[in-house]
């Protein structure tokens, strides 16, 4: 089946999307799971709304389901990005088609983060900041011998700093959220 027979496209609905037809789970698929209208998908963890297509385990981020209703296709190396860095926030007007990599410069700072500067992580008693031009990954390390703790990780932010203005001023698409607080 194909997704537009699946779901319509609903700014009303939480997720975006609304079940185009009658939906039936259970063993015989007797059993109605959601009426047509109904809100479709779930919130996961992530923040994501989920949507499961067909009867299987096949499963899909809504933001991209709203994305092909209303435009199409993705092109190859393209991803959907929410622009006010809400992932639960699926209207149309939300989504935009970036490349992958303007589409990591859009991120929170990921809940991993231990240092709590993105870009910014402490190995083998250096900080070390971390930043990716058009073709790389690039470092600089601040040894902690050398600097005191404190004094190599402030030199470790302000330089990952500096290096993301220079991308900017380039057009690297680095946006003000990147990198801040996933709270």
């Known amino acids: 089946m194909r997704l537009e027979d699946l779901y ?3 700014e009303d609905s939480p997720s975006g ?9 259970g063993k015989a698929y007797n059993v109605l799971a959601a009426s047509a209208g109904d ?25 991209r389901v709203v994305w092909q209703l209303c435009n199409g296709d993705l092109q190859d190396g393209m991803s959907v990005d929410h622009i006010n860095g809400d992932t639960s926030d699926n ?3 939300n989504l935009r088609a970036v490349q992958h990599k303007i589409n990591s410069r859009n991120q929170k700072m990921k809940t ?3 240092s709590g500067v993105t870009g910014v992580y402490l190995t083998n ?6 930043w990716r031009d058009d073709k790389e990954a690039k470092t600089k390390s601040f040894s902690t011998n050398k600097y005191g703790h404190d004094k190599a990780f402030e030199l470790a932010c302000a330089y990952r700093e ?20 996933s709270k």
């Not at 008693?125 to 971390?130: K, S, T």
């Open 112 to 114: 991993s983060n231990i």
């Open 39 to 63: 809100v479709a998908g779930y919130l996961n963890k992530e923040g994501y709304w989920i949507l499961s297509i067909g009867h299987g385990r096949n499963y899909v981020k809504g933001h």
């Open 91 to 93: 209207r149309i007007s």
């Open 8 to 10: 319509y496209y609903a």
């Open 125 to 130: 008693g250096r900080w070390i900041a971390q």
């Open 162 to 181: 500096k290096m993301i203005q220079e991308l900017n001023a380039q057009g690297a698409g680095y946006t003000e959220r990147h990198g801040k607080d």
């Open 17 to 25: 999307l609304r079940w185009k037809i009658n939906r039936y789970g």
